[in-house]
């Protein structure tokens, strides 16, 4: 069984920066392809990163957010710069069994998902 515990959420001024990580809990992390995804009040879920041997990312949060995973913690970090109050929502990390190279940016693409760590951003 899967378990993912996401950390790091807060209120932060605009402009500045915030770390969230996610814990893995279960067997076998190595073989998951791991992605970020955050929801805003009224609005759909939306994609932000995604790690499977490589890294892509939104393009609302490209050059400012990075994506990396730790195996031997079994630990994937984002790491947030430049936030903006847009950026304001609650991020989920997720988690789905590996399948080749595929970077997969649907949410149903993914198997197991954390319950969340409230980012806020102030102007």
């Known amino acids: 069984q899967v378990r993912l515990v996401e950390s790091g959420g807060g209120l932060v001024q605009a402009g500045n920066s915030l770390t969230l990580s996610c814990a893995f809990s279960?067997?076998?992390?190595?073989?998951?392809?791991m992605g970020w995804f955050r929801q805003a009040p009224g609005k759909e879920r939306e994609f932000v990163a995604a790690?499977?041997?490589?890294?892509t990312y939104a393009d609302s949060v490209k050059g400012r957010f990075a994506m990396t995973r730790d195996n031997a913690k079994k630990m994937v970090v984002l790491e947030m710069n430049n936030l903006t109050p847009e950026d304001t929502a609650v991020y989920r990390c997720?988690?789905?069994?590996?399948?080749?190279?595929?970077?997969?940016?649907?949410?149903?693409?993914?198997?197991?998902w954390g319950r969340g760590t409230q980012v806020t951003v102030s102007s």
């Open positions: 997720a988690a789905v069994p590996r399948s080749g190279y595929r970077l997969d940016n649907r949410p149903e693409s993914y198997d197991y």
């Open positions: 279960g067997y076998d992390f190595v073989g998951y392809a």
């Open positions: 790690n499977n041997w490589l890294t």
